[in-house]
C-alpha cells in the first residue's frame, strides 16, 4: 500500500489509479478495487505523515546548507460558470 502510494507520488503525480496498474503489471501486488485501495490508504495517514516528517528531518540531515522557499500565492483555478451563459454553440446533443 505504501509503496504503491510512493510510486503514484513519484512517478504519476499523484495518480493512485495509474500506480496500482503499474504495481500490478510489473511488481505482481493483487489489485484491489479503487474503494478498498483508498480505505486502506487512508487508514495508513498517520504512518504515511510520519514518514513523509522522518524523510524531511534526515534530508534537512544531510544537507543543512539547502534552502527551500514554500510560495503562498494565491492563483486562480478556474471559474464557476453555468454552461446555459455559453450560448448556442455549446448546447450537448443526446443520440
Known sequence: MLTTALVAARFFGGNLVVAKHYMA????????????????LHALTDTLLALFALVGEVLKHLHPEARYVLDSFPVAVCHKMRVKHLGRAFHVVSY
Open 25 to 40: 503489471q510489473h511488481w505482481g501486488q493483487n489489485r484491489l478495487d479503487k474503494s478498498g485501495f483508498t480505505r486502506r
